[in-house]
Structure formats: C-alpha cells, structure tokens
C-alpha cells in the first residue's frame, strides 16, 4: 500500500481556498482550480480598487464642495482659493463633511473664504 502524504494540509488549504470563494457563483466556488484563478482574479481587482477608491473619494468630496458652495455663491475653485490665501489648513474630506454634516458652519468657512478674496 502506498503512503499517503501531504493529505492534511492538503485538505486544509482546499478548505481555505473554498471558504474563501464562498458566495462565487457556479464553478468559481466549486472547482479547485477555477477558485483558485477566480481568488487571484479577485486579488488583482482588490488590489485596483483599493487605489481607484481614494481618486473616487476625493471627485465626490470635490462635487459635495462644489454644490455646497455655489449655494452660497462661490464656486469651489474659488472656495479653495480663498482658504488658501486665508491659511485655513482643513483638507477636502472634512470641508465635505462640515458642509454635508453642519450647513451653518460651512457657510462661516465660506465667509471666511470670500473675505479672504476680498482683501
């Protein structure tokens, strides 16, 4: 009879690899070797949209700035320009947040911003 190695870890790392690929829809979470191409598949684009996020944040943090400070008649190139000149050092991600959160105080930033363009 013929000894059998390498059966436990063998198993284990299937079980990993399937226990991964749960919720794959046909073969892509049956298969050994089509899970396996589908987690590295998987990886590649993981590893994309982990980049592509911070771009996609940054656009919908710059669209809410735009939208909330044309309301108050000041396009956001100018809104940024304006916090520059004034040394406001609050970066996009909280702006949005202020503006999304608490209207009322982002209207202060804004005042701030117009005043600084002003002088």
């Known amino acids: 009879m013929t000894r059998a190695r390498n059966v436990v870890p ?3 790392r299937r079980r ?3 226990r991964q690929a749960r919720g794959y829809w046909g073969a892509r ?4 070797r089509t899970v396996k191409e589908s987690l590295l598949r998987a990886g590649q684009f993981a590893y994309r949209d982990r980049r ?5 944040m940054r656009r919908l943090w710059i669209l809410r700035l735009n939208a909330a400070s044309r309301t ?3 396009p956001y190139n100018q809104l940024m320009a304006g916090l520059k000149k004034a040394d406001v050092g609050i970066d996009r991600k909280a702006l ?5 959160h608490d209207p009322q105080a982002f209207g202060e930033v804004v005042a701030v911003a117009k ?3 002003a002088a």
Not at 29 to 32: A, C, D, G, P, S
Not at 52 to 56: A, F, L, P, Q, T
Not at 96 to 100: H, P, T, V
């Open 29 to 32: 979470h049956r298969l050994l």
């Open 10 to 12: 063998r198993l284990r």
């Open 72 to 74: 108050h008649g000041l």
């Open 115 to 117: 005043s600084a363009l």
């Open 16 to 18: 990993r690899y399937m």
């Open 52 to 56: 592509n996020r911070k771009r996609v």
């Open 96 to 100: 949005s947040e202020l503006a999304f």
